[in-house]
């Protein structure tokens, strides 16, 4: 009986260590995959994704109609957008940013997009004060976000920063797009793989 009164306490601290280092193990894979999921590749949009030491997500993509009430907003700034050519249209991109990283961040203002072709398409430029709803650079404090709180993007029903590009109709034919996120001083893309 002695013995076992001896291995009982034995038994039970081996018990606690063994639960703590389960308990420890189980929070390093929380962290695990909360960076997982802060990486620079993003295979959908609303994944979050890094783009030097700031956090990004694609809120939504569309193509607009430059004749539709709402989509007109979306091109304010834009002289005659109902004139673009038959083989192209508008496309927007909706995005969305944090600074996560406790100290001030500027987000990107250089942006491209991919189609499966290799062909490249540049945004188009907009006028921030005749757009509210424009993506333009911005020092983010830490928690900071753009498009920033009480703002007409922030309010809006995209919830995010327009970049807006003319592409090619034949991008239909080469899917997928690929949005690059080009973060400030860093030649290697972000990439977010985009639904159309």
């Known amino acids: 009986m002695a013995q076992i009164a001896r291995i009982a ?27 997982k999921n ?21 809120q939504l993509t569309r193509q607009l109609n430059p ?11 834009l002289s005659s957008p109902q004139t673009i050519p038959a083989t192209k249209l508008w496309f927007a991109v909706f995005l969305w940013a944090k600074n996560q990283s406790g100290h001030p961040q500027t987000t990107s203002d250089r942006f491209e ?14 006028n921030p004060t005749l757009n509210p709803y424009a993506w333009t650079q911005q020092t983010l404090q830490p928690d900071g976000t753009e498009p920033a709180p009480d703002t007409t993007a922030a309010d809006g029903p ?39």
Do not use: W
Request: proline letters at 5%.
């Open 158 to 196: 995209t919830q995010g920063g327009l970049i807006l590009f003319k592409l090619d109709n034949s991008i239909y034919s080469n899917r997928p797009l690929t949005l690059e996120i080009f973060a400030p001083g860093q030649a290697k893309p972000t990439t977010v793989s985009l639904d159309l």
């Open 9 to 35: 306490p034995t038994a039970r601290r081996a018990a606690v260590i063994i639960g703590a280092l389960v308990a420890i193990l189980a929070l390093s894979a929380c962290g695990l995959e909360h960076r």
């Open 67 to 77: 004749y539709a009430t709402e989509d007109t907003q979306y091109l304010a700034g």
């Open 38 to 58: 802060h990486n620079t590749v993003g295979d959908a949009e609303n994944m979050y994704v890094n783009a030097g030491p700031l956090t990004y997500q694609v």
């Open 113 to 126: 997009i991919v189609d499966s072709s290799g062909t490249t398409y540049q945004p188009v430029t907009l």
